[in-house]
């Protein structure tokens, strides 16, 4: 385990060699996020999360820390490794929609605020479908309708990781 301080040293002197331009984390949570910065990382451009309909605890304080500092959300596995293409409800509303379950899947991870997705394309077609997902329009109705069939936890979790 690398402490935190030699870390962000290391990566602001990438910056300042001109190697890299920004840097980011991976799994870090609010009191990892904190010690971050008290350690010097102000200059941390993203932090990568497991993110998706049904791992929705970071909404509790880690999304909103995040956004209130203007750092964007990465979220890897917005489709849960393909294991939400079968849900009855995601399908029945990505029918409705003209759309794939993946489609609406990833739609929802995109409408959230400071939240980017980093889904898996192993085909041009694959690429061009999770493409798409960035045109639907998901109604407050539809949202409504995600939230109960994939309710957020009802209180906070530790932060999950694959």
Known sequence: HVPLVETVEAMEKLVAAGKIRRWGVSNLDTPDLEELMAAG???????QVLY????RSPEY?????????????MAYSPIEQGRLLDNASLRALAAGLGATPAQVALAWVLHQNHVLAIPKA???AHVQENRAAADLQLSASDLAA????FP??????PLEML
């Open 41 to 47: 990382g102000a200059a941390c451009a993203t932090n």
């Open 52 to 55: 998706n309909l049904t791992r």
């Open 61 to 73: 304080d880690l999304l909103p820390w995040l956004a209130d500092r203007h750092i964007p959300v």
């Open 122 to 124: 192993s085909s041009v």
């Open 146 to 149: 995600l939230a109960d069939a």
């Open 152 to 157: 957020r936890p009802a209180k906070r979790r």
